[in-house]
């Protein structure tokens, strides 16, 4: 069983900058293609960015194209979102999801993964 944990979530300005972890237990990520994404209150679940096993790929979703970057931790077992240029729309709870097959650029649709972490919540607001 894959067990994820997501930290780094809070409360930030417009403009600022969060950095997301994704961590497992008792496996390591090395092997799983990694999605992050996000739901706001009211809204559908949406699909922010994945990244490969061997990180050689990596997909974005366009509204956060150019501000996110995801990447994997060398031998920490974990795989980062980097957020910057932060704005209100951004507000969701933000979940890692983990699946051993790779999608491709489908790897954006949540129904795809197997294993979920419970969320952090990221708040955006002056």
């Known amino acids: 069983q894959v067990q994820l944990v997501e930290s780094g979530g809070g409360l930030v300005q417009p403009g600022g900058s969060l950095r997301l972890s994704c961590a497992a237990s008792?496996?390591?990520?090395?092997?799983?293609?990694i999605g992050w994404f996000r739901q706001a209150p009211g809204k559908e679940r949406e699909g922010v960015s994945c990244i490969s096993s061997s990180a050689a790929n990596t997909y974005y979703a366009d509204s956060v194209k150019g501000r996110f970057t995801i990447s994997r931790g060398n031998a920490k077992n974990t795989v980062y979102l980097q957020m910057n240029s932060l704005k209100p729309e951004d507000t969701a709870v933000y979940y890692c999801?983990?699946?051993?097959?790779?999608?491709?650029?489908?790897?954006?649709?949540?129904?795809?993964?197997?294993?979920w972490g419970q969320g952090t919540q990221v708040t955006v607001s002056s």
């Open positions: 999801a983990a699946d051993l097959f790779w999608y491709g650029s489908r790897c954006l649709e949540g129904t795809l993964y197997k294993y």
């Open positions: 008792g496996v390591s990520l090395d092997y799983y293609a």
